[in-house]
């Protein structure tokens, strides 16, 4: 069992930064990849960006070159550095671990992001 608690969220102006974190707990928890997901008003949740725990990373085409993910395996804690953020960027951002065992998923409660002047 893993819970997942996000954190960071909040409202920006257009332009502005936010860094979003991820703690997970549970009892001897080997997390393989985790990622953060947005999902905006009526959308479906998307991939926005995720890391492996050797620290290979992807992202989304819209989060490419502004956002940078990261993690810290010795804390189980992973965060979601957003800058020059854009109106589109609004929404739920969710955070989503795998065990490296199991491959079962995990999701968090989720923390709003609004971006808007």
């Known amino acids: 069992q893993v819970q997942l608690v996000e954190s960071g969220g909040g409202w920006v102006q257009p332009g502005g930064s936010l860094t979003l974190s991820c703690a997970a707990s549970g009892n001897n928890i080997d997390i393989y990849v985790m990622g953060w997901y947005r999902q905006g008003s009526g959308k479906p949740r998307d991939l926005v960006a995720a890391i492996t725990k050797g620290g290979s990373s992807r992202y989304a085409d819209s989060a490419k070159g502004r956002f940078t993910i990261s993690r810290d395996n010795a804390k189980n804690i992973m965060y979601l550095q957003m800058n020059n953020l854009k109106p589109e960027d609004t929404g739920v951002y969710y955070c989503?671990?795998?065990?490296?065992?199991?491959?079962?998923?995990?999701w968090g409660q989720g923390t709003q992001v609004t971006v808007s002047s």
């Open positions: 989503e671990s795998e065990l490296m065992t199991s491959g079962r998923a995990y």
